[in-house]
């Protein structure tokens, strides 16, 4: 590839680069000089004071068994934070003989008093002759960027450096190679746990097929895609306390093509760095030390439905909405509709009309995506050329292109990419994104000929006259039909699985989410009558230690609230067990929540069968349409709901039951139901509205 030789791309390098000062010839705490190891207790310090090298343990102080390593972490922040180990495959386990130290084969080794070494930076120099040994003089430096280099005092080159092996950490100034012309790919590998350094399975680094993305891999499995770069210099994050933009670059170094990010220069000095972390979380970190602690700036994944490929061909990660969500392209359907509602998205989506390839094609655009993965990239096209070059070719089945500027690594500043196969591991955001055109397909064949349709006209006013007079007919008779459709079966159905799709919002998500509206209007069903909980505008995430929050604007629907939170504002699982309990009723009993009954001077639908269940009589609540067609085994099955019901609407959210009992009671009717305590529910009359905004 050709070097970059733009006034923009020497700047990038200026500011990404660090400088190579003469080296002195007196020692320094910050030197390593042949003949005089680093011990266990002592440390190089940077001259700068930002970075420090020595012997350290990450095991608690309560560990039975400690393991040491070398490495280098921040100096003067109290949070002990390493950036680089030497030797994380190799602990050590007794530090009474160990030292670090440059040797006269111009080597940098720990080793014992026995001689026995336990890790080498291996230079393999070849000394020719017993003259060429004493001429060579190194020495080993801890630079102010964090970089630990072994440096030839005769011509001041670079013998070994630490940021040529990188171990979980990127600094500013740092070079992670992408490409692999001359030299393996370099990777960021996590550790293998919160205390151990040693490799761990989560790695980050370049895709090998191409440089314009990169991926976080758990073994040799995609874990996380980043976006595909649509420039060769990216605006990762701008720090508004320091004024303050922190970039990312693609450049040329040699024959290599290399990542580094960074601040220009004159930038207020602030530490920052990019840390993969042994959960596979890549993260773009500052330090805040006001607050001494370490900021998260950027994270991927962010949530579960970042992860590669979780929402299958053709679907997408949502991002826009507040817990990010699986959803299929326009013009596509779940393949797997039960498995979208229990949170299974890997079959993806399918287009809901299978249609034949023509040149009459058009593509829909989606804005603000993460590209699919599997592209093809097209070399020198320009947009319209682009947009040829997959509306020309029926195997492609979307596009999309980017200018990269002037800041070409290859000659080439356009960026046109197509796709062949199915579209996987989209994202839609907020901010940020791409254009996508997906191809949407036009029907192929004989049109219909003008003189068929003029033969047809004078049919559809009267056509139309029928319609209207079935669709009056099918309207009046609507109170009877609908509910014939809903027999006891399939309102069980109902109840169960909304049951099982809010035990997974509550207990089976990687964090607890209240839904805080729901009601039967946000219930949908699909043609097999299976429910899908819909519409989380207004749904409030917990942290995973978090069992209750309190809010001073009440959203919601009156009617499904429970006390606690209409009157207070308090939210927690209890609130939606509460929203359940209601719905519940209403499917057994098909009456609105905010029905009365003047036989019994109730206010409400709850008020109605706590009156029913005094009296012995809560069979009167099962709805009249399907009682006669219900088995004995069926009307007990009823019977039960309702009771269950009943529990989950107590006034007190200290009684009513969690969604993982519900859900067990619903299925094993060998469990025992508690018995009901009055007071059942609040008297308050504040149904009937549809929410507060």
Same mark, same amino acid.
């Given at each position: 590839?050709?070097?970059?030789?733009?006034?923009?791309?020497?700047?990038?390098?200026?500011?990404?680069?660090?400088?190579?000062?003469?080296?002195?010839?007196?020692?320094?705490?910050?030197?390593?000089?042949?003949?005089?190891?680093?011990?266990?207790?002592?440390?190089?310090?940077?001259?700068?004071?930002?970075?420090?090298?020595?012997?350290?343990?990450?095991?608690?102080?309560?560990?039975?068994?400690?393991?040491?390593?070398?490495?280098?972490?921040?100096?003067?922040?109290?949070?002990?934070?390493?950036?680089?180990?030497?030797?994380?495959?190799?602990?050590?386990?007794?530090? &009474?003989? /160990?030292?670090?130290?440059?040797?006269?084969?111009?080597? +940098?080794?720990? %080793?014992?008093?026995? *001689?026995?070494? =336990? $890790?080498?930076?291996?230079?393999?120099?070849?000394?020719?002759?017993?003259?060429?040994?004493?001429?060579? &003089?190194? /020495?080993?430096?801890?630079?102010?960027?964090?970089?630990? +280099?072994?440096? %030839?005092?005769?011509? *001041?080159?670079? =013998? $070994?450096?630490?940021?040529?092996?990188?171990?979980?950490?990127?600094?500013?100034?740092?070079?992670?190679?992408?490409?692999?012309?001359?030299?393996?790919?370099?990777?960021?590998?996590?550790?293998?746990?919160?205390?151990?350094?040693?490799?761990?399975?989560?790695?980050?680094?370049?895709?090998?097929?191409?440089?314009?993305?990169?991926?976080?891999?758990?073994?040799?499995?995609?874990?996380?895609?980043?976006?595909?770069?649509?420039?060769?210099?990216?605006?990762?994050?701008?720090?508004?306390?320091?004024?303050?933009?922190?970039?990312?670059?693609?450049?040329?170094?040699?024959?290599?093509?290399?990542?580094?990010?960074?601040?220009?220069?004159?930038?207020?000095?602030?530490?920052?760095?990019?840390?993969?972390?042994?959960?596979?979380?890549?993260?773009?970190?500052?330090?805040?030390?006001?607050?001494?602690?370490?900021?998260?700036?950027?994270?991927?994944?962010?949530?579960?439905?970042?992860?590669?490929?979780?929402?299958?061909?053709?679907?997408?990660?949502?991002?826009?909405?507040?817990?990010?969500?699986?959803?299929?392209?326009?013009?596509?359907?779940?393949?797997?509709?039960?498995?979208?509602?229990?949170?299974?998205?890997?079959?993806?989506?399918?287009?809901?009309?299978?249609?034949?390839?023509?040149?009459?094609?058009?593509?829909?655009?989606?804005?603000?995506?993460?590209?699919?993965?599997?592209?093809?990239?097209?070399?020198?096209?320009?947009?319209?050329?682009?947009?040829?070059?997959?509306?020309?070719?029926?195997?492609?089945?979307?596009?999309?292109?980017?200018?990269?500027?002037?800041?070409?690594?290859?000659?080439?500043?356009?960026?046109?990419?197509?796709?062949?196969?199915?579209?996987?591991?989209?994202?839609?955001?907020?901010?940020?994104?791409?254009?996508?055109?997906?191809?949407?397909?036009?029907?192929?064949?004989?049109?219909?000929?003008?003189?068929?349709?003029?033969?047809?006209?004078?049919?559809?006013?009267?056509?139309?006259?029928?319609?209207?007079?079935?669709?009056?007919?099918?309207?009046?008779?609507?109170?009877?039909?609908?509910?014939?459709?809903?027999?006891?079966?399939?309102?069980?159905?109902?109840?169960?699985?909304?049951?099982?799709?809010?035990?997974?919002?509550?207990?089976?998500?990687?964090?607890?989410?209240?839904?805080?509206?729901?009601?039967?209007?946000?219930?949908?069903?699909?043609?097999?009558?299976?429910?899908?909980?819909?519409?989380?505008?207004?749904?409030?995430?917990?942290?995973?230690?978090?069992?209750?929050?309190?809010?001073?604007?009440?959203?919601?629907?009156?009617?499904?609230?429970?006390?606690?939170?209409?009157?207070?504002?308090?939210?927690?699982?209890?609130?939606?067990?509460?929203?359940?309990?209601?719905?519940?009723?209403?499917?057994?009993?098909?009456?609105?929540?905010?029905?009365?009954?003047?036989?019994?001077?109730?206010?409400?639908?709850?008020?109605?069968?706590?009156?029913?269940?005094?009296?012995?009589?809560?069979?009167?609540?099962?709805?009249?349409?399907?009682?006669?067609?219900?088995?004995?085994?069926?009307?007990?099955?009823?019977?039960?709901?309702?009771?269950?019901?009943?529990?989950?609407?107590?006034?007190?959210?200290?009684?009513?039951?969690?969604?993982?009992?519900?859900?067990?009671?619903?299925?094993?009717?060998?469990?025992?139901?508690?018995?009901?305590?009055?007071?059942?529910?609040?008297?308050?009359?504040?149904?009937?509205?549809?929410?507060?905004?």
């Amino acid at each position: 590839m050709p070097m970059m030789h733009s006034l923009s791309v020497y700047a990038i390098l200026l500011f990404l680069s660090w400088p190579f000062s003469s080296v002195p010839l007196c020692a320094s705490d910050h030197l390593l000089v042949p003949g005089k190891p680093l011990s266990p207790g002592s440390v190089l310090v940077s001259e700068d004071e930002v970075f420090a090298l020595g012997f350290f343990s990450p095991s608690s102080s309560n560990s039975t068994k400690k393991h040491y390593y070398v490495g280098i972490w921040y100096n003067d922040i109290p949070e002990c934070t390493v950036v680089w180990v030497s030797n994380r495959a190799a602990p050590i386990t007794n530090l &009474s003989s /160990v030292n670090l130290a440059v040797t006269s084969s111009s080597d +940098i080794v720990i %080793s014992d008093s026995n *001689g026995r070494v =336990l $890790w080498r930076t291996n230079n393999n120099i070849n000394i020719i002759n017993s003259s060429l040994t004493t001429a060579i &003089s190194v /020495v080993a430096m801890l630079e102010n960027t964090g970089n630990f +280099i072994l440096r %030839s005092l005769a011509d *001041g080159a670079i =013998l $070994w450096q630490s940021f040529d092996q990188p171990t979980d950490t990127l600094l500013p100034g740092m070079n992670l190679r992408l490409s692999h012309n001359m030299h393996p790919l370099q990777q960021l590998v996590a550790w293998k746990g919160q205390q151990d350094p040693a490799p761990g399975v989560f790695s980050y680094g370049a895709d090998p097929n191409n440089l314009l993305q990169s991926f976080v891999w758990n073994g040799s499995r995609p874990h996380r895609r980043s976006p595909v770069w649509i420039n060769y210099l990216l605006r990762l994050y701008y720090m508004d306390m320091f004024k303050s933009t922190i970039y990312m670059a693609l450049h040329h170094a040699g024959d290599e093509v290399y990542m580094s990010f960074g601040m220009p220069t004159g930038s207020f000095a602030v530490l920052v760095r990019i840390n993969i972390d042994y959960s596979g979380k890549v993260t773009v970190l500052s330090w805040e030390s006001n607050m001494s602690v370490w900021r998260a700036l950027y994270a991927e994944p962010e949530h579960e439905c970042n992860t590669y490929s979780y929402c299958g061909p053709y679907g997408y990660c949502d991002n826009t909405e507040i817990i990010p969500v699986c959803k299929c392209l326009d013009g596509f359907e779940p393949r797997d509709d039960k498995g979208w509602i229990v949170g299974r998205f890997l079959q993806g989506c399918r287009r809901k009309e299978v249609r034949r390839c023509t040149r009459g094609d058009g593509f829909l655009t989606f804005s603000g995506m993460k590209v699919p993965d599997k592209f093809l990239h097209v070399p020198n096209k320009s947009f319209d050329e682009c947009t040829e070059e997959c509306k020309s070719n029926c195997s492609c089945v979307a596009y999309a292109y980017s200018s990269m500027s002037n800041m070409d690594i290859d000659g080439d500043d356009t960026r046109c990419l197509v796709w062949m196969g199915d579209l996987i591991d989209m994202e839609n955001n907020a901010q940020g994104g791409e254009n996508l055109y997906v191809r949407t397909y036009v029907l192929q064949g004989n049109l219909r000929k003008v003189k068929t349709i003029k033969m047809v006209l004078p049919f559809v006013s009267s056509l139309l006259i029928f319609v209207c007079v079935v669709f009056i007919w099918a309207y009046v008779n609507r109170d009877d039909t609908r509910k014939s459709l809903l027999n006891w079966p399939t309102r069980f159905k109902i109840i169960t699985g909304v049951a099982s799709g809010l035990l997974y919002l509550h207990q089976d998500s990687r964090l607890t989410m209240i839904h805080r509206d729901l009601k039967a209007s946000n219930i949908l069903l699909d043609a097999e009558m299976d429910p899908k909980i819909s519409d989380f505008g207004t749904a409030r995430i917990f942290s995973v230690n978090e069992k209750q929050g309190h809010t001073n604007r009440v959203v919601g629907t009156f009617g499904y609230m429970s006390p606690e939170y209409a009157m207070e504002g308090i939210i927690s699982v209890k609130s939606d067990v509460y929203s359940f309990g209601v719905l519940l009723l209403e499917i057994v009993s098909g009456l609105k929540i905010c029905t009365t009954s003047p036989s019994t001077h109730s206010h409400n639908l709850i008020d109605h069968a706590c009156s029913l269940q005094r009296d012995g009589m809560l069979l009167n609540l099962v709805d009249p349409s399907i009682i006669e067609g219900c088995s004995p085994d069926e009307a007990d099955e009823a019977l039960r709901c309702i009771h269950i019901g009943l529990l989950s609407v107590q006034n007190n959210p200290n009684a009513r039951p969690l969604m993982s009992w519900v859900v067990e009671s619903l299925d094993n009717k060998a469990i025992k139901l508690p018995q009901l305590k009055e007071p059942i529910y609040f008297g308050y009359q504040i149904y009937g509205s549809d929410g507060l905004g």
